[in-house]
């Protein structure tokens, strides 16, 4: 099987359904996002009307608490619980008619009242009251589905006692307390609202009059709404349920007094479908987004793997020992800028083994690996951090898995190419480390020197305060001096024109005032410190620590080697080299360099 069937397949089979899957997850979304609209629109609805049923209710229960709080039938009350048999006549007349006038105005919203004393004999009566059962006027009987029978206690209040001398009874029609327009009201055509009673387990309320009086259990139980046993236990909230074969969402608001809920419902079928059309339409646009990229990730990776291919191809000549292999066409990319650093690299492979044939000496072959090293390296090491970048997109999901073969591939030649460039430098041998007394002042204002040309053309000044008292040191003057002149370049590329290089040693402790090093301790002991601090925007915050990481650069044409090689050099003579954390009083970056001195190192041998 071809690779190209393979990635075929693997679109196929990792592709698609991945992106089905992804397709009914947005579908999903959607109807949740529809549920939880019809759940805010309903909630709101169920607010407003139990707002207005609580209004009139209050609005009620105040009319018939004046029937029970007012002095007269305090008097009438308080005659009868006493040991005198109660009022005379004419008293009783006086409040009889008291309480008549005031039915006139209290009893609008009341069919009838009655009160009793404590006993529970019947004292007075207000309203269309009749002996035996007592009707509405649409024929039905008191405490039928169109009333609701409301008691309330009569406290003794004229003689502060507050014991209760009697019972006010009312009937309230259900119409006067539920207010037709709120509950009506409903978020589309399909929605409705029903009041629930939840101390008496009654529905007061549905725009179905069969269901009024239907106990809790037959409408919220199985065969209704199929909720479980105290969906309303919060003061408020939303719920789901089928009625009929229609799922519709719902909100309820739960009252104290009265004890009863308000409920809002809406149909989601009957919203459903826009919210289809546009997961639909999502859909095909990520499948168009999709089969874009992979189209266009296809034929990148297949240029990709076709060229090195052929370049492994020609490093393994290379290695059989053929200097003339054909090479794919160099371009300006990564590919094609290590096929052309390749082809440097052969031909000075031959040039330098004809060198190394004519005068026999293994300098040449040294000056060929500092021409190339740099030319070679980058643009493999280039593509191999972002082949590994695309690993890692899918590893996390964010490419097409199908891809992980061809990546997988491309990793692989880049491996064996740098096995051979590995090869090929190797045959260099570093020279061992010096260990001769160096003036580490000398070191800087050579490398300072050098830089004088560049810094001239920058028109940058220097900054030199030279403050160590000891600055011998152990170690490779060269090495030395390439380090520093590292750090000044660096430096110095980072400082606009006209900006100030400053360069400080000290003595032990730290150079100034200013933070401490990267790990906040104070070294101790006899040491030379130096600093170096440019004027240039500074380092971010997510790149400090990687800085010192070969290859890593952030300028637009950088190697990556400067600050490692720098690096490296001061451990191998026992230092350090670090950058100091960002300080905002302070621009550009500061970078410190701890050497031990020369007495410390020989007291130590």
Wanted: charged fraction near 25%; glycine fraction near 10%.
């Amino acid at each position: 099987m071809t690779l190209r069937t393979k990635f075929l397949a693997l679109f196929l089979f990792l592709g698609v359904l991945p992106l089905l899957g992804l397709g009914a997850w947005s579908y999903v979304q959607s109807t949740r996002a529809l549920e939880d609209l019809l759940a805010t629109r309903t909630l709101a609805i169920a607010r407003r009307a139990a707002a207005a049923v609580a209004h009139r209710y209050a609005l009620s229960i105040s009319d018939l608490q004046f029937l029970a709080d007012n002095a007269e039938t305090q008097r009438l009350l308080a005659a009868g619980a006493g040991s005198g048999g109660g009022l005379p006549d004419s008293d009783r007349l006086q409040v009889e008619s008291f309480l008549d006038d005031a039915w006139e105005t209290v009893g609008l919203s009341w069919r009838w009242a009655e009160l009793r004393s404590s006993s529970g004999e019947l004292t007075y009566r207000l309203g269309t009251a009749a002996r035996g059962t007592i009707f509405d006027q649409e024929g039905g009987p008191v405490g039928g589905p169109t009333e609701l029978l409301v008691t309330r206690p009569i406290l003794d209040l004229e003689r502060g006692t507050y014991v209760e001398i009697g019972t006010v009874r009312g009937s309230l029609p259900l119409q006067e307390v539920l207010p037709r327009s709120e509950l009506a009201a409903g978020f589309g055509e399909a929605g409705y609202s029903v009041v629930i009673d939840r101390d008496r387990g009654e529905v007061l309320y549905h725009p179905r009059r069969v269901a009024l009086r239907q106990t809790l259990p037959s409408l919220l139980g199985r065969g209704g709404w199929d909720l479980g046993p105290e969906p309303f236990s919060a003061p408020e909230g939303a719920f789901s349920y089928s009625e009929r074969g229609v799922d519709r969402v719902a909100s309820f608001v739960s009252l104290a007094d009265p004890p009863w809920t308000v409920v809002s419902s809406e149909s989601l079928q009957e919203f459903v479908a826009p919210f289809a059309r546009t997961g639909l339409f999502s859909l095909l646009v990520v499948l168009l987004v999709t089969a874009t990229i992979s189209v266009a990730f296809i034929l990148l990776t297949r240029r990709a793997t076709d060229s090195l291919a052929r370049l492994t191809d020609a490093a393994d000549k290379v290695a059989g020992g053929n200097f003339d292999p054909p090479l794919p066409p160099g371009g300006s990319d990564e590919v094609g800028r290590l096929s052309s650093a390749f082809g440097m690299m052969v031909g000075q492979v031959q040039a330098t083994l004809r060198r190394i044939e004519e005068s026999r000496h293994m300098s040449a072959i040294g000056e060929f690996t500092a021409q190339l090293s740099h030319e070679i390296r980058n643009p493999l090491t280039s593509i191999k951090l972002n082949l590994q970048r695309l690993h890692r997109g899918v590893e996390g999901s964010r490419i097409p898995r199908e891809y992980a073969g061809a990546v997988r591939i491309c990793l692989r030649e880049v491996k064996r190419l740098d096995g051979t460039v590995r090869g090929v430098l190797s045959m260099v041998r570093t020279r061992p480390l010096r260990r001769d007394p160096v003036s580490v002042h000398a070191v800087i204002r050579a490398a300072l020197e050098v830089l004088t040309p560049q810094l001239e053309d920058q028109a940058m000044g220097v900054d030199a305060e030279m403050a160590a008292r000891d600055d011998t040191v152990l170690g490779d003057r060269e090495q030395l001096e390439g380090a520093f002149l590292n750090l000044f370049l660096n430096a110095a590329e980072a400082t606009s024109e006209g900006g100030t290089l400053r360069v400080a040693t000290a003595s032990g402790g730290a150079v100034d005032s200013g933070p401490g090093t990267e790990d906040g301790s104070a070294p101790i002991g006899r040491e030379i410190r130096v600093e170096v601090t440019d004027d240039g925007p500074g380092v971010p915050e997510e790149l400090r620590d990687r800085i010192f990481d070969p290859f890593f650069t952030a300028k637009e044409g950088g190697t990556g080697f400067g600050l490692p090689l720098a690096a490296r050099v001061m451990e191998e003579h026992s230092g350090t080299l670090t950058l100091r954390p960002a300080d905002a009083s302070k621009p550009g970056a500061t970078f410190e360099i701890v050497l031990p001195l020369a007495q410390v190192e020989a007291d130590q041998r």
